[in-house]
Protein backbone atom coordinates (compact mmCIF):
# COMPACT_ATOMS: atom_id res chain seq x y z
CA UNK A 1 0.00 0.00 0.00
CA UNK A 2 1.28 3.60 -0.92
CA UNK A 3 0.38 6.82 0.78
CA UNK A 4 -0.13 10.18 -0.16
CA UNK A 5 1.17 12.86 2.30
CA UNK A 6 0.01 16.32 1.75
CA UNK A 7 2.24 18.87 2.55
CA UNK A 8 1.43 22.20 1.12
CA UNK A 9 0.39 24.43 3.93
CA UNK A 10 1.82 27.26 4.12
CA UNK A 11 1.59 27.95 8.39
CA UNK A 12 0.67 31.65 7.98
CA UNK A 13 -1.12 31.39 11.96
CA UNK A 14 2.86 29.63 12.56
CA UNK A 15 4.55 32.78 12.00
CA UNK A 16 7.44 33.63 12.42
CA UNK A 17 8.29 30.17 12.47
CA UNK A 18 7.40 29.77 8.69
CA UNK A 19 8.68 32.38 7.37
CA UNK A 20 10.69 30.86 5.50
CA UNK A 21 10.42 27.23 5.68
CA UNK A 22 6.60 25.46 4.65
CA UNK A 23 4.81 24.10 7.95
CA UNK A 24 5.43 20.43 7.69
CA UNK A 25 9.07 21.02 8.29
CA UNK A 26 8.49 22.98 11.50
CA UNK A 27 10.33 21.39 13.98
CA UNK A 28 8.94 19.43 17.84
CA UNK A 29 11.93 17.54 19.17
CA UNK A 30 14.35 17.95 16.90
CA UNK A 31 12.62 16.30 14.06
CA UNK A 32 10.01 18.12 11.62
CA UNK A 33 6.46 17.08 11.79
CA UNK A 34 7.05 15.86 8.33
CA UNK A 35 9.44 13.57 9.78
CA UNK A 36 6.97 13.03 12.56
CA UNK A 37 4.30 11.78 9.68
CA UNK A 38 6.57 9.21 7.99
CA UNK A 39 7.77 7.64 11.07
CA UNK A 40 3.73 6.77 11.67
CA UNK A 41 3.32 5.43 8.10
CA UNK A 42 6.17 3.63 8.01
CA UNK A 43 5.14 1.52 11.87
CA UNK A 44 2.04 0.38 9.18
CA UNK A 45 4.72 -0.92 6.67
CA UNK A 46 3.98 1.67 4.43
CA UNK A 47 7.01 2.67 2.59
CA UNK A 48 6.49 4.21 -1.03
CA UNK A 49 5.37 7.77 -0.21
CA UNK A 50 4.10 10.50 -2.55
CA UNK A 51 4.18 14.09 -1.08
CA UNK A 52 1.83 16.59 -2.46
CA UNK A 53 3.60 20.26 -2.03
CA UNK A 54 3.18 23.86 -2.80
CA UNK A 55 4.75 26.38 -0.62
CA UNK A 56 8.37 26.13 -0.59
CA UNK A 57 8.81 23.28 -1.84
CA UNK A 58 12.59 23.37 -2.29
CA UNK A 59 12.76 23.45 1.37
CA UNK A 60 10.89 19.44 1.90
CA UNK A 61 12.70 18.08 -1.60
CA UNK A 62 16.11 18.98 -0.61
CA UNK A 63 15.94 17.82 2.96
CA UNK A 64 13.87 14.78 2.43
CA UNK A 65 15.22 14.14 -1.22
CA UNK A 66 13.90 10.31 -2.52
CA UNK A 67 13.71 9.37 0.61
CA UNK A 68 16.91 6.91 1.51
CA UNK A 69 18.01 8.31 4.39
CA UNK A 70 15.02 8.20 5.99
CA UNK A 71 13.99 4.14 4.82
CA UNK A 72 11.06 5.03 2.08
CA UNK A 73 10.62 5.87 -1.05
CA UNK A 74 9.94 9.15 -1.86
CA UNK A 75 7.88 10.97 -4.96
CA UNK A 76 6.48 14.70 -5.60
CA UNK A 77 3.63 16.25 -6.72
CA UNK A 78 3.61 19.93 -7.11
CA UNK A 79 0.74 22.32 -6.85
CA UNK A 80 0.83 26.33 -7.42
CA UNK A 81 0.83 28.53 -4.40
CA UNK A 82 -2.03 30.83 -6.21
CA UNK A 83 -4.08 27.91 -7.42
CA UNK A 84 -4.94 26.14 -4.24
CA UNK A 85 -6.55 22.88 -5.28
CA UNK A 86 -7.71 21.67 -2.05
CA UNK A 87 -6.67 18.54 0.21
CA UNK A 88 -8.36 16.03 -2.14
CA UNK A 89 -7.50 18.71 -4.89
CA UNK A 90 -3.93 18.39 -4.04
CA UNK A 91 -3.92 14.33 -4.39
CA UNK A 92 -5.61 14.49 -7.74
CA UNK A 93 -1.49 14.49 -9.49
CA UNK A 94 -0.83 11.54 -7.43
CA UNK A 95 -3.26 9.20 -9.57
CA UNK A 96 -0.62 8.19 -11.26
CA UNK A 97 1.07 6.47 -9.05
CA UNK A 98 -1.81 4.82 -7.75
CA UNK A 99 -2.99 1.20 -8.43
CA UNK A 100 -4.15 -0.05 -5.18
CA UNK A 101 -5.81 1.25 -1.92
CA UNK A 102 -3.89 4.17 -0.41
CA UNK A 103 -3.59 6.02 2.25
CA UNK A 104 -4.29 9.87 2.83
CA UNK A 105 -2.73 11.99 5.32
CA UNK A 106 -2.19 15.71 6.21
CA UNK A 107 1.56 16.79 7.33
CA UNK A 108 0.73 19.42 9.88
CA UNK A 109 -0.42 16.20 12.78
CA UNK A 110 1.25 14.70 15.43
CA UNK A 111 -0.39 11.86 16.50
CA UNK A 112 -0.27 7.95 17.50
CA UNK A 113 -2.43 5.29 15.27
CA UNK A 114 -1.97 1.52 14.81
CA UNK A 115 -1.75 1.63 11.23
CA UNK A 116 -1.94 -1.60 10.81
CA UNK A 117 -5.12 -1.94 12.41
CA UNK A 118 -6.98 0.16 10.30
CA UNK A 119 -5.65 -0.98 7.32
CA UNK A 120 -7.03 -4.41 8.65
CA UNK A 121 -10.30 -2.72 9.03
CA UNK A 122 -10.61 -1.28 5.69
CA UNK A 123 -9.99 -4.32 4.23
CA UNK A 124 -12.43 -6.82 6.12
CA UNK A 125 -15.10 -3.77 5.20
CA UNK A 126 -14.29 -3.92 1.24
CA UNK A 127 -15.95 -0.18 1.93
CA UNK A 128 -14.76 2.59 -0.19
CA UNK A 129 -13.03 5.11 2.56
CA UNK A 130 -12.19 3.94 6.18
CA UNK A 131 -11.62 7.20 8.30
CA UNK A 132 -9.56 7.71 11.29
CA UNK A 133 -11.68 9.74 14.26
CA UNK A 134 -10.54 10.71 17.63
CA UNK A 135 -12.94 12.05 20.58
CA UNK A 136 -12.89 15.79 20.47
CA UNK A 137 -12.92 17.71 23.75
CA UNK A 138 -12.42 21.17 22.61
CA UNK A 139 -15.49 23.26 22.94
CA UNK A 140 -15.78 24.32 19.68
CA UNK A 141 -14.45 21.22 17.50
CA UNK A 142 -12.78 20.90 14.22
CA UNK A 143 -15.80 18.61 12.72
CA UNK A 144 -18.55 16.55 14.07
CA UNK A 145 -19.05 13.20 12.83
CA UNK A 146 -21.87 10.48 13.34
CA UNK A 147 -21.70 6.82 12.81
CA UNK A 148 -24.31 3.89 13.14
CA UNK A 149 -23.43 0.99 15.49
CA UNK A 150 -21.10 -0.73 13.46
CA UNK A 151 -18.99 1.97 12.74
CA UNK A 152 -20.21 3.41 9.81
CA UNK A 153 -19.65 7.30 8.71
CA UNK A 154 -23.66 8.66 8.40
CA UNK A 155 -23.08 12.33 8.78
CA UNK A 156 -19.83 14.35 8.27
CA UNK A 157 -19.85 18.07 9.48
CA UNK A 158 -17.48 20.11 9.20
CA UNK A 159 -17.17 23.25 11.62
CA UNK A 160 -20.08 22.72 12.75
CA UNK A 161 -21.84 25.34 15.35
CA UNK A 162 -21.98 23.05 17.77
CA UNK A 163 -20.50 23.80 21.36
CA UNK A 164 -19.21 20.79 23.98
CA UNK A 165 -20.72 21.36 27.30
CA UNK A 166 -18.17 20.07 30.07
CA UNK A 167 -16.77 16.47 29.51
CA UNK A 168 -18.87 15.84 26.63
CA UNK A 169 -16.98 14.31 23.29
CA UNK A 170 -18.02 14.58 19.51
CA UNK A 171 -16.36 12.00 17.00
CA UNK A 172 -14.03 14.37 14.92
CA UNK A 173 -11.88 13.68 11.51
CA UNK A 174 -8.46 12.18 12.23
CA UNK A 175 -7.41 13.02 8.85
CA UNK A 176 -6.06 9.90 8.31
CA UNK A 177 -7.73 7.86 5.56
CA UNK A 178 -7.67 4.69 3.31
CA UNK A 179 -9.07 4.97 0.05
CA UNK A 180 -10.13 2.56 -3.27
CA UNK A 181 -8.51 3.69 -6.36
CA UNK A 182 -12.09 4.72 -7.42
CA UNK A 183 -12.00 7.71 -5.10
CA UNK A 184 -10.70 9.76 -8.49
CA UNK A 185 -13.69 9.89 -10.01
CA UNK A 186 -15.08 11.98 -6.97
CA UNK A 187 -11.84 14.33 -6.59
CA UNK A 188 -12.50 14.72 -10.16
CA UNK A 189 -10.26 16.64 -13.03
CA UNK A 190 -10.08 19.98 -12.47
CA UNK A 191 -11.85 21.74 -9.62
CA UNK A 192 -10.92 22.59 -6.04
CA UNK A 193 -11.64 19.77 -4.26
CA UNK A 194 -11.69 19.13 0.21
CA UNK A 195 -12.41 15.59 1.46
CA UNK A 196 -14.05 17.23 4.57
CA UNK A 197 -16.58 20.01 3.14
CA UNK A 198 -16.85 17.71 -0.53
CA UNK A 199 -15.81 14.23 -0.69
CA UNK A 200 -16.90 12.66 2.28
CA UNK A 201 -20.70 14.44 2.59
CA UNK A 202 -20.65 13.36 -1.64
CA UNK A 203 -19.86 9.56 -0.41
CA UNK A 204 -22.12 9.40 2.36
CA UNK A 205 -25.15 11.20 -0.44
CA UNK A 206 -24.16 8.21 -2.64
CA UNK A 207 -24.58 5.65 0.13
CA UNK A 208 -21.28 4.74 -0.64
CA UNK A 209 -19.40 2.39 2.37
CA UNK A 210 -17.36 4.59 4.89
CA UNK A 211 -16.01 3.01 7.51
CA UNK A 212 -14.34 4.55 10.73
CA UNK A 213 -11.57 3.47 12.90
CA UNK A 214 -11.71 5.08 16.21
CA UNK A 215 -8.19 5.57 18.09
CA UNK A 216 -6.90 7.13 21.36
CA UNK A 217 -3.42 8.09 21.40
CA UNK A 218 -1.59 10.94 21.18
CA UNK A 219 -3.60 13.57 18.54
CA UNK A 220 -2.73 17.50 18.13
CA UNK A 221 -3.29 19.66 14.42
CA UNK A 222 0.01 22.15 14.65
CA UNK A 223 -2.01 24.99 13.30
CA UNK A 224 -1.02 27.60 15.51
CA UNK A 225 1.92 28.36 17.83
CA UNK A 226 0.21 27.79 20.97
CA UNK A 227 -0.46 24.14 19.78
CA UNK A 228 3.15 24.15 18.63
CA UNK A 229 3.74 24.93 22.09
CA UNK A 230 1.67 22.37 23.49
CA UNK A 231 3.47 19.89 21.44
CA UNK A 232 6.64 20.60 22.08
CA UNK A 233 5.64 20.54 26.16
CA UNK A 234 4.28 17.17 25.84
CA UNK A 235 4.40 14.97 22.60
CA UNK A 236 5.82 11.91 23.71
CA UNK A 237 9.34 12.30 21.51
Not at 172 to 201: H, L, R, T
Request: proline residues 5%; charged residues 25%.
Amino acid sequence: MKAVIVAGGRGERLKPFTENIPKPMVEVGNKTILEYTIEVLKSGGINEIIIALCYLPEVITSYFGDGSKFGVKIKYTYETPDQPLGTAGAVRESKKYIDDDFIVTYADILRELDVNKMIDIHRQSNSMATLNIYKEFEKIPRSMLEIDNVGRLTRFVEHPQVTNSNGSFVWCNGSFYIFKPEIFKYIGESEKVDFSADIFPRLIADKEKIMTFKSDGYFLNIGTIEKLEMARKNFPV
